[in-house]
Protein backbone atom coordinates (compact mmCIF):
# COMPACT_ATOMS: atom_id res chain seq x y z
CA UNK A 1 0.00 0.00 0.00
CA UNK A 2 1.24 3.17 -0.84
CA UNK A 3 2.37 5.18 2.44
CA UNK A 4 1.25 9.04 2.22
CA UNK A 5 3.23 12.26 4.81
CA UNK A 6 1.60 14.35 6.16
CA UNK A 7 3.24 17.55 5.98
CA UNK A 8 4.12 19.81 9.19
CA UNK A 9 2.33 22.81 10.82
CA UNK A 10 3.92 25.37 13.09
CA UNK A 11 1.74 27.57 15.41
CA UNK A 12 2.73 30.77 17.24
CA UNK A 13 1.73 29.52 20.47
CA UNK A 14 2.74 26.47 22.25
CA UNK A 15 0.37 23.92 21.24
CA UNK A 16 -1.25 21.15 22.47
CA UNK A 17 -0.35 17.64 20.98
CA UNK A 18 -3.14 15.06 20.32
CA UNK A 19 -2.42 11.69 18.91
CA UNK A 20 -4.53 10.18 16.35
CA UNK A 21 -3.42 7.39 14.52
CA UNK A 22 0.28 7.51 13.03
CA UNK A 23 -0.12 11.38 12.59
CA UNK A 24 0.97 14.28 15.19
CA UNK A 25 -2.05 16.75 14.97
CA UNK A 26 -1.52 20.47 16.28
CA UNK A 27 -4.58 22.11 18.38
CA UNK A 28 -3.92 25.49 19.09
CA UNK A 29 -6.96 28.56 19.30
CA UNK A 30 -5.10 30.60 16.50
CA UNK A 31 -3.14 28.64 14.05
CA UNK A 32 -0.70 30.06 11.28
CA UNK A 33 0.49 27.03 9.57
CA UNK A 34 3.54 26.50 7.44
CA UNK A 35 3.14 23.24 4.76
CA UNK A 36 6.63 22.01 4.57
CA UNK A 37 5.69 19.76 1.14
CA UNK A 38 8.70 17.93 1.27
CA UNK A 39 12.16 17.55 2.06
CA UNK A 40 11.70 20.27 5.08
CA UNK A 41 11.48 23.34 2.93
CA UNK A 42 8.97 25.76 3.24
CA UNK A 43 6.70 26.14 0.03
CA UNK A 44 3.77 28.02 1.49
CA UNK A 45 1.57 29.34 4.20
CA UNK A 46 -2.00 28.93 5.26
CA UNK A 47 -3.91 30.68 7.88
CA UNK A 48 -6.55 28.03 9.31
CA UNK A 49 -9.09 27.81 12.49
CA UNK A 50 -8.72 25.31 14.78
CA UNK A 51 -10.66 21.87 13.96
CA UNK A 52 -13.08 19.93 16.71
CA UNK A 53 -14.36 17.11 13.92
CA UNK A 54 -13.33 13.68 15.70
CA UNK A 55 -13.44 12.33 12.15
CA UNK A 56 -11.27 10.83 10.82
CA UNK A 57 -8.92 13.47 13.09
CA UNK A 58 -8.98 16.77 15.28
CA UNK A 59 -6.85 18.60 12.96
CA UNK A 60 -6.35 22.48 12.88
CA UNK A 61 -3.77 22.31 9.82
CA UNK A 62 -1.83 20.52 7.85
CA UNK A 63 -0.80 17.66 10.29
CA UNK A 64 2.89 16.21 11.05
CA UNK A 65 6.26 15.42 9.39
CA UNK A 66 6.39 13.24 6.35
CA UNK A 67 6.60 9.68 6.54
CA UNK A 68 6.39 8.65 3.32
CA UNK A 69 7.73 9.47 -0.20
CA UNK A 70 6.75 13.15 -1.64
CA UNK A 71 2.95 12.60 -1.57
CA UNK A 72 0.89 14.01 1.77
CA UNK A 73 -2.93 14.06 2.50
CA UNK A 74 -4.58 15.88 5.57
CA UNK A 75 -7.51 16.80 6.34
CA UNK A 76 -7.96 20.37 7.52
CA UNK A 77 -10.76 22.74 8.71
CA UNK A 78 -11.89 25.54 6.78
CA UNK A 79 -13.97 27.40 9.59
CA UNK A 80 -11.90 30.96 8.87
CA UNK A 81 -13.84 30.68 5.65
CA UNK A 82 -17.32 29.10 7.19
CA UNK A 83 -16.84 26.11 5.86
CA UNK A 84 -17.97 23.92 8.31
CA UNK A 85 -17.94 20.38 6.99
CA UNK A 86 -14.91 18.26 6.33
CA UNK A 87 -11.83 19.15 4.37
CA UNK A 88 -9.55 16.89 2.76
CA UNK A 89 -6.13 17.73 1.12
CA UNK A 90 -3.86 15.72 -1.24
CA UNK A 91 -0.78 17.15 -2.33
CA UNK A 92 2.65 16.40 -3.19
CA UNK A 93 5.53 17.84 -5.51
CA UNK A 94 8.14 16.59 -7.95
CA UNK A 95 8.05 13.88 -10.25
CA UNK A 96 7.56 10.39 -8.47
CA UNK A 97 4.11 10.91 -9.08
CA UNK A 98 1.87 12.62 -12.03
CA UNK A 99 -2.38 12.89 -13.25
CA UNK A 100 -3.69 10.61 -15.46
CA UNK A 101 -7.43 10.76 -16.55
CA UNK A 102 -9.36 7.75 -15.56
CA UNK A 103 -12.10 6.89 -17.96
CA UNK A 104 -15.04 4.60 -16.45
CA UNK A 105 -14.92 0.82 -18.06
CA UNK A 106 -11.93 2.26 -20.46
CA UNK A 107 -14.24 3.70 -22.90
CA UNK A 108 -16.03 6.82 -23.50
CA UNK A 109 -19.69 6.52 -22.69
CA UNK A 110 -19.49 2.84 -22.27
CA UNK A 111 -21.03 3.53 -18.51
CA UNK A 112 -20.07 4.92 -15.12
CA UNK A 113 -17.45 3.75 -12.41
CA UNK A 114 -16.56 4.78 -9.17
CA UNK A 115 -12.83 6.58 -8.63
CA UNK A 116 -12.04 3.90 -6.68
CA UNK A 117 -12.81 1.09 -8.63
CA UNK A 118 -11.11 2.68 -11.51
CA UNK A 119 -7.94 3.61 -9.46
CA UNK A 120 -7.92 0.05 -8.41
CA UNK A 121 -8.15 -1.48 -12.35
CA UNK A 122 -4.78 1.50 -13.02
CA UNK A 123 -1.30 0.11 -12.81
CA UNK A 124 0.73 2.34 -10.30
CA UNK A 125 -2.53 4.21 -9.40
CA UNK A 126 -2.20 5.13 -5.83
CA UNK A 127 -5.17 7.81 -5.54
CA UNK A 128 -7.87 9.24 -7.34
CA UNK A 129 -10.80 12.10 -7.08
CA UNK A 130 -13.89 12.60 -9.38
CA UNK A 131 -13.30 15.02 -12.67
CA UNK A 132 -15.37 16.44 -15.12
CA UNK A 133 -19.02 16.74 -14.87
CA UNK A 134 -21.13 14.23 -17.11
CA UNK A 135 -24.84 14.05 -18.19
CA UNK A 136 -27.01 12.12 -15.84
CA UNK A 137 -29.18 9.15 -16.98
CA UNK A 138 -32.62 8.84 -16.39
CA UNK A 139 -33.47 6.42 -13.23
CA UNK A 140 -33.62 2.94 -14.10
CA UNK A 141 -32.09 3.53 -17.40
CA UNK A 142 -28.20 2.92 -18.58
CA UNK A 143 -26.19 5.64 -18.05
CA UNK A 144 -23.64 5.89 -20.36
CA UNK A 145 -21.54 8.67 -18.39
CA UNK A 146 -21.31 10.83 -21.27
CA UNK A 147 -19.18 13.65 -20.26
CA UNK A 148 -19.79 17.50 -20.17
CA UNK A 149 -16.18 18.80 -21.84
CA UNK A 150 -13.31 17.80 -24.16
CA UNK A 151 -11.07 14.58 -23.10
CA UNK A 152 -7.52 14.80 -24.34
CA UNK A 153 -5.48 11.55 -23.20
CA UNK A 154 -2.06 10.43 -23.77
CA UNK A 155 -2.47 12.83 -26.80
CA UNK A 156 -5.14 11.51 -28.16
CA UNK A 157 -8.66 13.54 -28.80
CA UNK A 158 -10.80 10.89 -27.15
CA UNK A 159 -13.80 13.64 -26.37
CA UNK A 160 -14.83 16.60 -28.21
CA UNK A 161 -16.88 19.27 -25.71
CA UNK A 162 -20.34 19.32 -25.82
CA UNK A 163 -20.90 22.75 -24.91
CA UNK A 164 -18.63 25.59 -23.84
CA UNK A 165 -16.90 24.61 -21.39
CA UNK A 166 -13.81 25.18 -18.94
CA UNK A 167 -10.73 23.31 -19.17
CA UNK A 168 -7.33 22.23 -17.68
CA UNK A 169 -4.34 20.83 -19.46
CA UNK A 170 -2.59 18.55 -16.40
CA UNK A 171 0.98 18.98 -17.46
CA UNK A 172 1.40 22.76 -17.09
CA UNK A 173 -1.32 23.68 -15.10
CA UNK A 174 -2.35 25.83 -17.86
CA UNK A 175 -6.33 26.37 -17.62
CA UNK A 176 -8.97 28.04 -20.57
CA UNK A 177 -11.99 28.81 -21.31
CA UNK A 178 -12.63 25.88 -24.12
CA UNK A 179 -10.42 22.86 -25.59
CA UNK A 180 -8.89 24.13 -28.63
CA UNK A 181 -9.06 21.54 -31.46
CA UNK A 182 -9.69 20.86 -35.05
CA UNK A 183 -10.45 18.25 -37.50
CA UNK A 184 -11.00 17.79 -41.20
CA UNK A 185 -11.13 15.44 -43.74
CA UNK A 186 -9.72 16.06 -47.25
CA UNK A 187 -12.12 14.32 -49.57
CA UNK A 188 -10.59 14.32 -52.97
CA UNK A 189 -9.23 18.15 -52.54
CA UNK A 190 -12.41 19.40 -50.63
CA UNK A 191 -11.95 19.95 -46.97
CA UNK A 192 -14.75 18.60 -44.60
CA UNK A 193 -14.84 19.46 -41.41
CA UNK A 194 -15.87 17.27 -38.49
CA UNK A 195 -18.01 18.59 -35.96
CA UNK A 196 -17.63 16.30 -32.65
CA UNK A 197 -15.72 13.16 -32.04
CA UNK A 198 -17.31 10.52 -30.24
CA UNK A 199 -19.95 12.66 -28.65
CA UNK A 200 -23.56 11.02 -27.82
CA UNK A 201 -26.05 12.95 -29.28
CA UNK A 202 -28.71 14.12 -29.25
CA UNK A 203 -27.62 15.57 -25.82
CA UNK A 204 -29.87 17.85 -23.79
CA UNK A 205 -29.12 19.70 -20.39
CA UNK A 206 -30.76 22.65 -18.93
CA UNK A 207 -31.53 25.58 -21.57
CA UNK A 208 -29.21 23.32 -23.61
CA UNK A 209 -30.59 21.29 -26.55
CA UNK A 210 -28.30 19.71 -29.30
CA UNK A 211 -29.99 18.86 -32.35
CA UNK A 212 -28.28 15.48 -33.96
CA UNK A 213 -26.32 17.12 -36.97
CA UNK A 214 -22.92 17.86 -38.36
CA UNK A 215 -20.08 15.26 -39.20
CA UNK A 216 -20.31 13.12 -36.42
CA UNK A 217 -16.78 11.10 -35.94
CA UNK A 218 -16.51 7.98 -34.00
CA UNK A 219 -13.30 5.99 -32.95
CA UNK A 220 -12.96 2.32 -31.43
CA UNK A 221 -12.52 4.19 -27.99
CA UNK A 222 -16.20 4.73 -28.26
CA UNK A 223 -18.47 2.68 -26.33
CA UNK A 224 -21.58 3.00 -27.83
CA UNK A 225 -23.37 2.24 -31.60
CA UNK A 226 -23.02 5.19 -33.88
CA UNK A 227 -26.57 7.27 -34.36
CA UNK A 228 -29.12 6.57 -36.75
CA UNK A 229 -30.99 8.94 -37.85
CA UNK A 230 -32.92 10.04 -41.26
CA UNK A 231 -31.38 11.17 -43.73
CA UNK A 232 -28.12 10.32 -42.27
CA UNK A 233 -25.51 7.49 -43.69
CA UNK A 234 -22.71 6.06 -41.66
CA UNK A 235 -19.50 5.71 -43.79
CA UNK A 236 -17.13 3.16 -42.49
CA UNK A 237 -13.53 3.76 -42.57
CA UNK A 238 -10.18 1.82 -41.93
CA UNK A 239 -7.65 3.56 -40.21
CA UNK A 240 -4.72 2.36 -43.00
CA UNK A 241 -2.15 4.21 -41.88
CA UNK A 242 -0.46 2.34 -39.04
CA UNK A 243 -1.06 4.89 -36.35
CA UNK A 244 -2.11 3.88 -32.83
CA UNK A 245 -5.05 6.32 -33.08
CA UNK A 246 -6.74 8.04 -35.63
CA UNK A 247 -7.77 10.93 -33.67
CA UNK A 248 -3.79 11.78 -32.58
CA UNK A 249 -3.31 15.35 -32.00
CA UNK A 250 -1.53 17.25 -34.64
CA UNK A 251 -0.82 14.10 -36.77
CA UNK A 252 -2.65 13.04 -40.28
CA UNK A 253 -4.33 9.65 -40.73
CA UNK A 254 -5.15 7.68 -43.88
CA UNK A 255 -8.65 6.63 -44.11
CA UNK A 256 -9.94 3.77 -46.71
CA UNK A 257 -13.72 3.49 -47.29
CA UNK A 258 -14.94 -0.01 -47.06
CA UNK A 259 -18.57 0.18 -46.10
CA UNK A 260 -21.86 2.15 -45.85
CA UNK A 261 -24.97 1.75 -43.39
CA UNK A 262 -27.66 3.43 -42.03
CA UNK A 263 -27.85 1.13 -38.92
CA UNK A 264 -26.70 2.26 -35.57
CA UNK A 265 -23.12 0.28 -35.47
CA UNK A 266 -20.51 -0.40 -32.74
CA UNK A 267 -17.00 0.91 -34.29
CA UNK A 268 -15.07 -2.40 -35.19
CA UNK A 269 -10.75 -2.36 -34.08
CA UNK A 270 -8.98 -0.58 -36.59
CA UNK A 271 -11.83 1.27 -38.17
CA UNK A 272 -13.84 5.34 -37.93
CA UNK A 273 -17.31 5.68 -38.56
CA UNK A 274 -18.39 9.06 -39.70
CA UNK A 275 -22.17 10.15 -39.23
CA UNK A 276 -22.70 12.39 -41.86
CA UNK A 277 -26.06 14.11 -43.98
CA UNK A 278 -26.76 11.71 -46.64
CA UNK A 279 -26.55 15.28 -49.20
CA UNK A 280 -22.80 15.73 -47.98
CA UNK A 281 -19.44 15.15 -49.97
CA UNK A 282 -18.89 11.56 -48.73
CA UNK A 283 -21.06 9.96 -51.28
CA UNK A 284 -18.73 10.43 -54.30
CA UNK A 285 -16.18 8.12 -52.63
CA UNK A 286 -16.38 4.84 -53.84
CA UNK A 287 -15.67 1.53 -51.73
CA UNK A 288 -11.49 1.40 -51.71
CA UNK A 289 -11.27 4.97 -52.22
CA UNK A 290 -8.66 6.53 -49.17
CA UNK A 291 -9.24 10.44 -47.49
CA UNK A 292 -7.17 11.92 -45.33
CA UNK A 293 -7.67 13.31 -41.73
CA UNK A 294 -5.82 16.17 -39.68
CA UNK A 295 -6.99 16.52 -36.04
CA UNK A 296 -5.03 19.68 -34.55
CA UNK A 297 -4.94 20.78 -30.84
CA UNK A 298 -2.77 23.19 -28.40
CA UNK A 299 -4.08 21.71 -25.40
CA UNK A 300 -1.86 19.43 -24.65
CA UNK A 301 -1.51 15.58 -24.34
CA UNK A 302 -3.84 15.25 -21.33
CA UNK A 303 -6.70 17.55 -21.02
CA UNK A 304 -9.84 17.49 -19.56
CA UNK A 305 -12.95 19.90 -18.37
CA UNK A 306 -14.14 21.52 -15.15
CA UNK A 307 -16.21 24.31 -14.13
CA UNK A 308 -15.56 27.01 -13.44
CA UNK A 309 -11.69 28.40 -13.44
CA UNK A 310 -11.06 30.20 -9.91
CA UNK A 311 -7.84 31.11 -10.20
CA UNK A 312 -5.41 31.60 -13.06
CA UNK A 313 -2.14 32.46 -11.98
CA UNK A 314 -2.62 34.54 -9.11
CA UNK A 315 -5.88 35.99 -10.35
CA UNK A 316 -9.10 35.32 -8.64
CA UNK A 317 -11.30 34.50 -11.61
CA UNK A 318 -15.30 36.18 -11.83
CA UNK A 319 -18.13 34.10 -10.42
CA UNK A 320 -21.69 34.26 -11.90
CA UNK A 321 -23.98 35.27 -9.31
CA UNK A 322 -26.78 33.81 -11.18
CA UNK A 323 -25.28 30.63 -10.66
CA UNK A 324 -27.56 29.25 -8.00
CA UNK A 325 -25.05 25.86 -8.15
CA UNK A 326 -21.65 28.11 -7.50
CA UNK A 327 -23.14 30.75 -4.97
CA UNK A 328 -24.86 28.05 -2.35
CA UNK A 329 -23.10 25.70 -0.68
CA UNK A 330 -21.99 22.06 -1.88
CA UNK A 331 -19.51 19.26 -2.37
CA UNK A 332 -16.78 20.67 -3.89
CA UNK A 333 -14.03 19.05 -5.80
CA UNK A 334 -10.84 21.27 -7.03
CA UNK A 335 -7.46 20.70 -8.57
CA UNK A 336 -4.60 23.52 -8.36
CA UNK A 337 -1.20 24.01 -8.41
CA UNK A 338 1.17 26.46 -6.39
CA UNK A 339 3.23 28.78 -7.54
CA UNK A 340 6.32 26.04 -6.65
CA UNK A 341 4.71 23.58 -8.45
CA UNK A 342 2.88 21.22 -6.03
CA UNK A 343 0.23 19.58 -7.29
CA UNK A 344 -2.99 20.09 -4.87
CA UNK A 345 -6.62 17.65 -5.04
CA UNK A 346 -8.99 19.46 -2.40
CA UNK A 347 -12.45 17.88 -1.56
CA UNK A 348 -14.77 19.33 0.75
CA UNK A 349 -17.87 17.63 1.83
CA UNK A 350 -21.58 18.91 1.86
CA UNK A 351 -24.86 18.23 1.23
CA UNK A 352 -26.73 20.15 -2.16
CA UNK A 353 -27.51 23.60 -1.17
CA UNK A 354 -27.21 23.23 2.55
CA UNK A 355 -24.13 22.72 3.10
CA UNK A 356 -20.02 22.71 2.07
CA UNK A 357 -18.55 24.90 -0.07
CA UNK A 358 -19.52 28.36 -2.18
CA UNK A 359 -17.44 28.64 -5.07
CA UNK A 360 -15.90 31.95 -3.43
CA UNK A 361 -15.15 29.47 -0.20
CA UNK A 362 -13.50 27.11 -2.25
CA UNK A 363 -11.22 29.86 -3.63
CA UNK A 364 -10.44 31.26 -0.55
CA UNK A 365 -9.63 28.04 0.97
CA UNK A 366 -7.15 27.41 -2.01
CA UNK A 367 -5.71 30.90 -1.64
CA UNK A 368 -4.75 29.61 2.01
CA UNK A 369 -2.84 26.75 0.92
CA UNK A 370 -1.01 29.11 -1.94
CA UNK A 371 -2.78 27.45 -4.81
CA UNK A 372 -2.68 30.00 -7.58
CA UNK A 373 -4.05 28.66 -10.27
CA UNK A 374 -7.40 26.22 -10.00
CA UNK A 375 -10.15 24.55 -11.52
CA UNK A 376 -13.41 23.21 -10.14
CA UNK A 377 -14.14 19.65 -11.20
CA UNK A 378 -17.57 18.03 -10.72
CA UNK A 379 -19.20 18.62 -7.36
CA UNK A 380 -22.18 17.49 -5.13
CA UNK A 381 -23.08 13.79 -4.96
CA UNK A 382 -19.72 13.34 -7.23
CA UNK A 383 -17.19 14.53 -4.90
CA UNK A 384 -14.74 11.81 -3.63
CA UNK A 385 -11.35 11.16 -2.36
CA UNK A 386 -9.69 8.07 -2.69
CA UNK A 387 -6.05 7.39 -1.02
CA UNK A 388 -4.23 4.65 1.32
CA UNK A 389 -7.29 2.23 0.57
CA UNK A 390 -10.55 3.49 1.37
CA UNK A 391 -12.55 6.57 0.67
CA UNK A 392 -11.18 9.71 2.95
CA UNK A 393 -13.85 12.00 2.76
CA UNK A 394 -17.99 11.79 3.26
CA UNK A 395 -19.40 11.54 0.01
CA UNK A 396 -22.96 13.39 -0.13
CA UNK A 397 -25.41 10.05 -0.93
CA UNK A 398 -23.48 7.96 1.66
CA UNK A 399 -20.66 6.48 -0.49
CA UNK A 400 -18.77 6.97 -3.65
CA UNK A 401 -20.96 7.48 -6.65
CA UNK A 402 -20.06 6.13 -10.41
CA UNK A 403 -19.13 8.75 -12.79
CA UNK A 404 -17.96 9.34 -16.03
CA UNK A 405 -14.20 10.24 -15.71
CA UNK A 406 -11.53 10.19 -13.36
CA UNK A 407 -8.13 12.08 -11.95
CA UNK A 408 -6.26 8.96 -10.99
CA UNK A 409 -2.53 10.10 -8.75
CA UNK A 410 0.09 7.71 -10.54
CA UNK A 411 3.83 6.78 -9.65
CA UNK A 412 6.66 7.81 -11.33
Given amino acids: MERFGTGRSHVRRTPKVVRVGVARVWIATA ?71 GI ?60 SHQQVDLKTG ?16 SSVPVTAINQQLPLSYPQ ?15 GQKTPAAPGRMTYIFQDVSGTTAPTRINSIAHLKLVARSLRSLKVKPGHVDISMPISSTLPALAHGDVVTMSTTSTAGCNNIGGHPILLDQGVVMPIDPA ?30 GVSGATAHQLTALLQSLHVTTAISLDGGYSTSL ?27
Avoid at 59 to 80: D, K
Avoid at 174 to 189: K, M, P
Wanted: with cysteine.
Fill in 31 to 101: VVATLILVGGSETSASTLSPATEKHPSAAAAIPAPPFGPSLHLARVSGRSFDIHTGVHVLWWTGHSYHLAI
Fill in 104 to 163: ARHKIDNGVQTPQSICRSTSGCVAATNADFFAVGATGTFDPGDSVGGIVRNCVLLHTPQI
Fill in 174 to 189: AVSQGLEWSAALDVNG
Fill in 208 to 222: VNLPLSGTLLYTPAY
Fill in 323 to 352: DTALVRPYARTALGWTSTGATVIVTVDGRD
Fill in 386 to 412: YARGRTMNHPTGGRERPVATALLVLRG
